[in-house]
């Protein structure tokens, strides 16, 4: 019989799923796994059929209350073994007693539903190219952007708001990690949005953009599209947007992005008290 395992992934093993995410049409960023594993390095796990990782799956603890699933990965010839249901079993495991959050693709929603997991809205993946975004930036709002230098009390208390638990390990690296950009707004001494410019398989993804109205958005987006590499111009930018929030997708019409992937975020409990109309793009798909 054949021996299949369970168990949580090293970092190079971590890096293969993040690969074949990228196969999936999911397009991670080129630094994803490093920063992910930070921040619950026993929340990565693969499924090994006779020493061969065939599967894996994400379910990272942020804190007691909250948890977010991703990666969720069987390999094409190993589809319907029963192999991807025994993983996920094991993530929910790892997750018990708190509130799950996921981005489930549109193949995987009724198992999810199965799962006891929950519809709360959409999320749709816009892009365009950068050189085709920036001159429809237009005028934008004044001197108020600075670069993100270090993970204050006052971002990570910003992000809370916008973010069902505490990610401060997480912010740490998503923030300092190499080719990663990151901008703030502030007036009159509080931080009215942020957000983090990445590079991807291909082209690049802005997420999070948390902004306290569109015009910060736009502020904030075309500050992260400036500092963009001129010769890199001719790439795709993306953004995934909630569908609840209509001035963003205003944004996103006013500057030509149009619509290139969807997810339905889903909670296993309750939907998070959060201000969706501040959330103009998620982190990422994979950790809420």
Known sequence: MSDYTIRPLTADELQHAVDWAGREGWNPGKHDAECFRTTDPDGYLGGFLDGEMIASVSAVNYDDAFSFLGFYIVR????????????????????????????????????????????????YRVGAKIGEVLPKLGQVLGNGVTPVDNVSDALKAYDRRLFPARRDAFLRGWLSAPSHISRKYTEDGRIKGYGTLRPCQAGYKVGPLFADDAGIAQTLLASLLAAVPVDHHGQEVFVDMPQPNREA??????????????????????QPDIDLNRIFGVTTFELG
């Open 76 to 123: 094409p010839e190993f589809r319907g073994s029963g192999h991807g249901l025994e993983i996920a079993q094991h993530a929910l495991a790892h997750c018990k007693g708190r509130n799950m959050g996921l981005d489930g693709v549109v193949e995987q929603q009724d198992n999810y539903r199965k799962s006891g997991f929950s519809f709360a809205y959409n999320n």
């Open 249 to 270: 997708f205003a944004l996103a019409a006013q500057l030509g992005l149009e619509k290139v992937f969807e997810t339905a975020r889903m909670y296993s409990d309750h």
